[in-house]
């Protein structure tokens, strides 16, 4: 096999490696990483192992080439399980095996990925899920995961998430309501307008939401691109843990990630009356620069 091929081959086993390293068995969970408490509310990434212990019931700990054991209390809700593990558990997972979670929702065109970040309740998933109307399929919801082994081309593993939306967001889109996400969350698992896409895709940009009138498209220049790219999130943190880098490695490779990916704002209003609009106009334009 030819090294690129060798590469290709490695890139494509990629999901269905995270996959793997995510199955989950009932166990023990430790009380301690590293020799630090990982009391009820944290979690703690420590060289090749991770523990999450949440407030509600759930444990997990995670061990690199032994999968995933969960701890569940009698109180627990079950319907929480999909939530905790396909979230911060796959991020952990995701980070300790070299690849970087990223807080993004993402659509695909065109044999690329352009993926919309922002802070919770920006419009990430509601966006995404709209954007399924103009025939743009969905690639992730929430998380986004990228090979960044050449920052030249960064590509990204498809989403490991189901799409959750308010009841708002699935009436503003259109889109079918399956089960309820949980008792206590207003969400609802949604099936996809244009369906999901399996494959993994290089990155064409990343779009950062923000409201205002508009819509208006516009580039990320200068040191906004670093900030952007080093994104105060947990996934983030997940990240930099897993690769224990010097604050200068860490700076070198945000830096090279922000020189090489396209960066956008995308400032646009967020109420309902102009939504379908708005949507089909970001529909146009990602198809154009497609």
Same mark, same amino acid.
């Given at each position: 096999?030819?090294?690129?091929?060798?590469?290709?081959?490695?890139? /494509?086993?990629?999901?269905?490696?995270? /996959?793997?390293?995510?199955?989950?068995?009932?166990?023990?969970?430790?009380?301690?990483?590293?020799?630090?408490?990982?009391?009820?509310?944290?979690?703690?990434?420590?060289?090749? /192992?991770?523990? @999450?212990?949440?407030?509600?019931?759930?444990?997990?700990?995670?061990?690199?080439?032994?999968?995933?054991?969960?701890?569940?209390?009698?109180?627990?809700?079950?319907?929480?399980?999909?939530?905790?593990?396909?979230?911060?558990v796959y991020a952990a997972i995701a980070a300790i095996h070299g690849?970087?979670?990223?807080?993004?929702?993402?659509?695909?065109?065109?044999?690329?990925?352009?993926?919309?970040?922002?802070?919770?309740? =920006?419009?990430?998933?509601?966006?995404? #899920? =709209?954007?399924?109307?103009?025939?743009?399929?969905?690639?992730?919801?929430?998380?986004?995961?990228?090979?960044?082994?050449?920052? =030249?081309?960064?590509?990204?593993?498809?989403?490991?998430?189901?799409?959750?939306?308010?009841?708002?967001?699935?009436?503003?889109?259109?889109?079918?309501?399956?089960?309820?996400?949980?008792? %206590?969350?207003?969400?609802?698992?949604?099936?996809?307008? /244009?369906?999901?896409?399996?494959?993994?895709?290089?990155? #064409?940009?990343?779009?950062?939401? %923000?409201?205002? %009138?508009?819509?208006?498209?516009?580039?990320?220049?200068? #040191?906004?691109?670093?900030?952007?790219?080093?994104?105060?999130?947990?996934?983030?943190?997940?990240f930099v843990a897993a690769r224990n880098d010097t604050l200068a490695?860490?700076? =070198? @490779?945000?830096?090279?990630?922000?020189?090489?990916?396209?960066?956008?704002?995308?400032?646009?209003?967020?109420?309902?009356?102009?939504?379908?609009?708005?949507?089909?106009?970001?529909?146009?334009?990602?198809? %154009?620069?497609?």
């Amino acid at each position: 096999m030819s090294p690129v091929s060798a590469i290709h081959s490695k890139i /494509a086993s990629a999901p269905a490696l995270l /996959a793997a390293e995510a199955r989950l068995r009932e166990g023990t969970v430790p009380s301690q990483l590293g020799g630090h408490a990982v009391p009820p509310g944290s979690m703690r990434l420590d060289g090749e /192992a991770f523990i @999450l212990n949440t407030t509600t019931g759930y444990a997990f700990h995670y061990a690199k080439g032994r999968g995933v054991t969960m701890t569940r209390s009698a109180m627990a809700d079950p319907a929480e399980q999909e939530l905790w593990l396909n979230g911060s558990v796959y991020a952990a997972i995701a980070a300790i095996h070299g690849f970087m979670p990223f807080h993004a929702s993402a659509v695909a065109w065109d044999g690329a990925v352009y993926a919309f970040s922002g802070p919770s309740g =920006a419009g990430k998933s509601t966006l995404t #899920a =709209a954007l399924g109307a103009h025939g743009l399929p969905l690639f992730c919801d929430d998380t986004l995961v990228l090979d960044i082994s050449d920052p =030249a081309r960064v590509l990204c593993l498809p989403g490991h998430k189901r799409l959750k939306l308010t009841p708002q967001a699935l009436a503003l889109t259109g889109t079918r309501a399956l089960e309820k996400v949980d008792p %206590e969350i207003d969400k609802y698992y949604a099936e996809p307008l /244009a369906g999901p896409v399996g494959e993994v895709l290089p990155l #064409a940009r990343l779009i950062f939401l %923000e409201d205002g %009138e508009g819509p208006v498209f516009a580039p990320i220049v200068g #040191a906004g691109r670093v900030a952007r790219i080093n994104d105060d999130h947990y996934t983030t943190d997940l990240f930099v843990a897993a690769r224990n880098d010097t604050l200068a490695q860490r700076f =070198a @490779l945000v830096a090279e990630l922000a020189r090489t990916i396209v960066m956008e704002r995308l400032v646009r209003p967020r109420d309902d009356a102009s939504f379908a609009a708005v949507t089909a106009g970001i529909a146009a334009h990602i198809k %154009e620069r497609g």
